[in-house]
């Protein structure tokens, strides 16, 4: 295993806030193979190879770990909060509004839902009209 020496030469603030960057991209990266790891396990637990067409082939894993098991939980949520202040001020790919974080199309949803309503499709909307007039349950 090679190792890599830097010479680091502060020159003001900017330059510190530049290699914090960098430091903290290079502990990302250093990160991705357990995201590559985490599809390995998840492919091979599948019973059957995937099929090669739209909407075939899906598999998911959802896991869940203690973050205390592994380090300090203030630590974690520092550098959590730190990252998504870094997605959040990522300057958007042409046509699109900038990158999404877990929870932004649910939050747009329920913003939306709030003020609008829930869209129910009509007939949906009959069926439970009638549930409410069979079980006595107002719906509206």
């Known amino acids: 295993m090679s190792t890599r020496t830097t010479t680091v030469r502060e020159s003001g603030a900017e330059s510190s806030a530049r290699f914090e960057a960098r430091a903290?991209?290079?502990?990302?990266?250093?990160?991705?193979?357990?995201?590559?790891?985490?599809?390995?396990?998840?492919?091979?637990?599948?019973?059957?190879?995937?099929?090669?067409?739209?909407?075939?082939?899906?598999?998911?894993?959802?896991g869940a770990m203690r973050v205390d098991a592994f380090r300090e939980v203030e630590e974690f949520k520092s550098q959590m909060d730190d990252f998504i202040r870094t997605l959040r001020a990522t300057r958007p790919a042409p046509g699109t509004s900038g990158p999404l974080l877990p929870g932004d199309p649910e939050r747009a949803a329920q913003k939306e839902r709030d003020a609008g309503g829930v869209p129910v499709l009509g007939a949906v909307l009959e069926d439970l009209r009638d549930i409410a007039r069979l079980t006595g349950v107002p719906l509206e």
Do not use: D, S, T
Not at 32 to 45: E, H, M, Q, S
């Open 24 to 62: 903290r991209a290079a502990r990302w990266r250093a990160r991705r193979p357990l995201a590559v790891a985490v599809g390995l396990v998840v492919f091979a637990l599948r019973q059957a190879m995937p099929e090669r067409e739209v909407g075939k082939g899906l598999g998911h894993f959802f």
